[in-house]
């Protein structure tokens, strides 16, 4: 599989549920994000997490980091109808030339009222 | 809240013509970046830029793409001769530098090439 591949490809929840979307990937990681883009919308950063954490917070969002199994997931709790959105992680590796950030294929999430 | 601010939204293009897509990053911010999206595909790094050089570019940056930074504010695309497949959402980021590691994207451009 290539450099950051999301799974499930789609997910529709009902609102009020969690949804959960993992990511893989193949290369050692300086850090892993997740960017959020509505239909046709920039990217929206949301969460990073550094390769020395394993979890991290923010409001709704809870990411896990798991580098022996090249591995990340991210949960968004209590989901509402502006959550739908595609989700992507994007990693960074240890290069010298800034945050060049290789993403992944995404996830369609759709939340439904 | 600082934005990056990207032009056209959309634009349309004959084969073979040029274009140049423009971009204002964050004010503050050092690492300027291209990035694009072909329909249903992943984002992709193009090139970044730093200290008014390309740090580092793909295999997709060739001959045909350069980038400028012409003044203190704005950061240009420009894709000559262009082909069908360069068809795709093009996005701006910016970041302040290698140490959050936080890109922050503009809304895109949209560049159509009939």
């Known amino acids: 599989s290539q450099q950051g591949e999301e799974d499930p490809q789609a997910l529709s929840i009902q609102e009020g549920e969690n949804a959960t979307m993992n990511c893989s990937y193949k290369t050692s990681i300086n850090n892993l994000q997740w960017y959020r883009q509505n239909s046709g919308r920039g990217l929206v950063h949301l969460i990073l997490i550094r390769s020395n954490e394993r979890e991290k917070h923010s409001g709704r969002l809870r990411v896990t980091l798991d580098t022996s199994k090249k591995s990340s997931s991210l949960l968004i709790t209590a989901s509402r109808a502006a959550d739908t959105a595609s989700y992507f992680c994007a990693t960074i590796g240890f290069t010298g030339g800034g945050n060049k950030l290789t993403f992944g294929t995404g996830t369609q999430l759709k939340v439904e009222l | 809240e600082p934005e990056v601010t990207q032009t056209p939204s959309h634009q349309v293009t004959q084969m073979g013509q040029e274009v140049i897509l423009r971009c204002v990053p964050i004010s503050n911010h050092l690492y300027f970046y291209w990035y694009r999206q072909i329909l249903g595909q992943k984002v992709e790094f193009l090139v970044s830029f730093y200290n008014n050089e390309i740090s580092e570019k793909s295999e997709i940056f060739d001959d045909q793409f350069s980038v400028e930074r012409p003044d203190g504010s704005n950061f240009t695309l420009k894709i000559r001769s262009t082909k069908l497949e360069d068809s795709a959402m093009y996005f701006c980021?910016?970041?302040?530098?290698?140490?959050?590691?936080?890109?922050?994207f503009g809304e895109g451009s949209r560049l159509t090439v009939l």
């Open positions: 980021a910016s970041s302040v530098g290698v140490v959050s590691g936080e890109l922050f």
